[in-house]
């Protein structure tokens, strides 16, 4: 069935490093994409999307593009802060017809000074 | 911007009580979600909705009652909570009347944390 692998955390790096957050997924057709952030002691908050393949989505430094040809939705930021630190998650496998995804735990991440 | 509301924000029942925790959103969504999350386990999905008089059961559903008697409004409800239910849990709705459902991102509130001693 479709479903969708995101890296395990947690990752912590240095204030201005360069972020990767892996995230691959199966699927026969070409689902929307999500990734989604939580930030201490809130609820989870849409980061970005994207709808289609070769669809770029971004949001506060955030970005991700939807690769048909590795079937991957990697999450990127070039120079993380503090304040980045959360919980990341691209929820697994495509929305069904109802809405639903599914969820992970997410992958931590630690950003230091 | 209310989005989704939910009440309350924290308590501690005994083993035994039973209670209810709203979820209210003012996005005319069709859809809702409630999920729990424990730690390590991500969230996990305990009943959804998909209109108004409609509920149906997710992953979790054992010792969760729910109602959506009006479209805005989501209802979870423990008749009799247990410690396995310490959790925190969010509420969730999607998809308004236009595009494709599974386009649409779901928007969360800010959590219950509920503790049973």
């Known amino acids: 069935g479709d479903s969708v692998t995101q890296m395990e955390g947690p990752v912590t790096l240095s204030e201005e490093a360069f972020l990767t957050i892996n995230c691959t997924y199966t699927?026969?057709?070409?689902?929307?994409l999500f990734w989604y952030v939580q930030y201490p002691g809130e609820g989870l908050q849409l980061l970005l999307k994207a709808t289609k393949a070769d669809d770029k989505g971004s949001n506060k430094g955030f970005e991700a593009t939807y690769r048909k040809e590795t079937t991957s939705f990697h999450l990127e930021k070039g120079s993380v802060q503090v304040s980045d630190s959360a919980v990341y998650f691209c929820p697994s496998g495509p929305a069904d017809s109802w809405g639903k995804l599914q969820f992970g735990a997410g992958t931590q991440v630690v950003v230091t000074p | 911007n209310a989005g989704v509301t939910q009440t309350p924000k924290f308590r501690v029942l005994k083993t035994g009580q039973s209670m209810t925790l709203l979820c209210a959103q003012d996005?005319?969504?069709?859809?809702m979600y409630w999920y729990r999350q424990d730690p390590g386990m991500g969230l996990r999905l305990i009943h959804y909705?998909?209109?108004?008089?409609?509920?149906a059961k997710g992953e979790v559903p054992d010792g969760y009652n729910v109602s959506r008697l009006k479209k805005q409004n989501f209802l979870l409800g423990l008749e009799s909570a247990a410690p396995s239910q310490t959790s925190v849990y969010f509420c969730?709705?999607?998809?308004?009347?236009?595009?494709?459902?599974?386009?649409?991102?779901?928007?969360f509130g800010d959590g219950t944390r509920l503790s049973i001693l």
């Open positions: 996005m005319n969504h069709e859809y």
């Open positions: 969730a709705s999607s998809y308004s009347r236009t595009g494709v459902p599974s386009n649409q991102p779901q928007h």
């Open positions: 699927a026969t057709g070409y689902p929307s």
């Open positions: 909705s998909v209109g108004e008089g409609t509920t």
